[in-house]
């Protein structure tokens, strides 16, 4: 049972973690897109 | 008919204040015992002082006071309000004996701009500042963000069956466990499982950049608390510029992002509800509302040429959005920097940013999340009424942990507060111009005060007005407690003075 909730809550902060990465690959994205079409 | 109020509603709220002072003197503690380690015998002396002040007025306000009953929805609130201003107080007394602030105003206007996890600063020669003061200073924000009243229910107000009435006057209406108790803790336990995480991976950094261990931690540690309780404190006064290391940018990126989580959001992914962060309307305001400002501003700055290369678009423009989009405020720019190097475009993207906040039940300030959500969708819904056949029902739902319905008296509150945060923003703006900055400037450091945010133009200054030290204290205030205790205690006061018996 401790197994479980460990792993649950490690898999819930790499999703957590992984949203940030989202945000901010999405936010470089834009940087690239402005830096190509100066 | 407006009634007086009772020597026993003043009891109720003295002994439960009382409780709160005795709960945050004791916090001083850590200072001290970190002051020790670090053979800073002066500045622990200084947080002895703090403790024994805060030990005998909590003592006298128990002793007084003293009562059995429990606080009703009015003293509960009250108890909140007040709490935060003796926190200020308090907590400005070890910083104001430090020498370091060139006033007691000026250390209440740094003390509160902790609690409310804001991020302004008045301190003087930030960079002489002893370890024992440092951390004080980020303590604060880390006790701030949790919440003053979350740390009293967790470890020195057991059981109190009030416990709900302050939780909720601290401007977090959601309860993650049925317990309020129970729910406190889990915010504890989520703050210190990502403390340990992130002074691990922010002290690694520092110590790869070729800092001392020791001070590489001590920075992990004090960014952390800064960072994932959205404060913007940071230990040198460059804040992350002093860096100079994109590693330790995005490490804060991503704790100020998960700051900007709601802790039911937190709870919710941790027990195995993993789909939650695709579907709920927080996460997916975020996203949105990120992406557009960012737009403006990055367009903004593509205008004038600041940053000519996408990497430092990233590192310098995306860096003070999100920074000031979950109210954290840490900067890798100069203040100055903002008025001559960003033009007005750039600026009203950081201030929508900085307006809308992270998600309810975090450590953001601000409208939230929640709000700018429902509003869209009441909005939308009303476009439907107007699109469709006048029989037809039209009904909107949204998704936050479970599927909810918008209705009108969910509209109406999203809207009266995010109605009173602007007024908050306006009004700051306008004292601002009364003393002669400009209206951008004005507009951009009110909001970063109520908002909680800590992005700074430059007139957050030890040599600024008195009266606008004091505008911005009541707007961080004012704005980490979202009114309601405010208003309350304002009609406290009203009450005893004009009330009946």
């Known amino acids: ?38 | 008919m407006v009634l007086k109020p009772r020597l026993e509603d003043i009891k109720i709220i003295g002994y439960y204040l009382g409780k709160i002072i005795l709960g945050l003197g004791l916090t001083m503690l850590i200072p001290i015992i970190i002051g020790l380690a670090f053979g800073e015998i002066n500045p622990a002396l200084d947080f002895l002082i703090g403790i024994e002040i805060a030990l005998i007025f909590g003592l006298i306000l128990i002793k007084l006071c003293f009562t059995e009953k429990d606080l009703n929805w009015m003293q509960g609130m009250i108890v909140v309000s007040l709490s935060w201003l003796a926190a200020m107080l308090l907590g400005a007394i070890p910083l104001y004996l430090s020498g370091h602030w060139k006033s007691y105003l000026d250390a209440c206007f740094d003390a509160m701009s902790g609690f409310a996890t804001t991020g302004l600063v008045l301190v003087q020669d930030l960079d002489h500042l002893s370890y024992t003061h440092n951390l004080w200073r980020h303590l604060i924000m880390f006790i701030g963000g949790q919440g003053i009243v979350i740390v009293a229910l967790s470890f020195f107000v057991r059981g109190a069956s009030g416990a709900l009435k302050m939780y909720v006057g601290e401007a977090r209406d959601e309860k993650i466990l049925p317990n309020v108790i129970h729910t406190s803790r889990f915010i504890w336990l989520v703050s210190i499982v990502y403390l340990i995480l992130g002074t691990l991976a922010l002290g690694a950094v520092g110590v790869l950049n070729g800092m001392k261990p020791i001070n590489a931690f001590f920075h992990g540690a004090c960014v952390f608390m800064a960072a994932f309780d959205t404060g913007g404190f940071a230990p040198q006064s460059q804040n992350i510029l002093y860096y100079h290391s994109l590693a330790f940018e995005i490490i804060t990126i991503i704790i100020m992002i998960l700051g900007a989580i709601n802790f039911k959001m937190h709870y919710h992914l941790w027990t195995g509800n993993r789909r939650e962060i695709f579907k709920n309307i927080e996460t997916k305001t975020l996203f949105i509302t990120v992406v557009v400002t960012f737009c403006i501003t990055a367009f903004g700055l593509t205008q004038i040429g600041s940053y000519p290369k996408a990497i430092v678009l990233f590192r310098k423009g995306f860096y003070q959005l999100i920074s000031g989009h979950t109210g954290t405020g840490f900067m890798t720019v100069y203040a100055r920097q903002f008025i001559n190097e960003w033009n007005e475009l750039a600026l009203v993207g950081v201030i929508c940013a900085m307006g809308f906040g992270g998600a309810v039940c975090s450590t953001t300030g601000a409208i939230k999340m929640l709000r700018i959500g429902i509003i869209f969708k009441a909005l939308k819904q009303d476009l439907k009424r107007i699109i469709m056949p006048e029989r037809a029902i039209v009904v909107q739902k949204f998704h936050h942990i479970k599927e909810i319905f918008v209705e009108d008296r969910l509209a109406r509150s999203a809207l009266l507060i995010t109605l009173a945060y602007l007024v908050l923003y306006g009004l700051g703006a306008i004292i601002g111009m009364l003393f002669g900055y400009p209206f951008i400037n004005s507009l951009f450091e009110s909001t970063s005060a109520a908002a909680n945010v800590g992005l700074s133009c430059g007139i957050t200054d030890a040599s600024m007005p008195a009266a606008l030290k004091l505008t911005y204290i009541f707007q961080m205030w004012a704005g980490r407690l979202e009114f309601m205790s405010v208003f309350t205690l304002v009609g406290f006061f009203v009450a005893a003075i004009k009330g009946k018996r």
């Not at chain 1, 460990?6 to 897109?33: K, P």
């Open chain 1, 1 to 38: 049972m401790k197994i479980k909730s460990f792993l649950n809550a490690t898999l819930g902060i790499s999703i957590e973690v992984l949203y940030a990465l989202f945000i901010m690959l999405a936010a470089f994205l834009i940087c690239l897109v402005l830096y190509f079409n100066k």
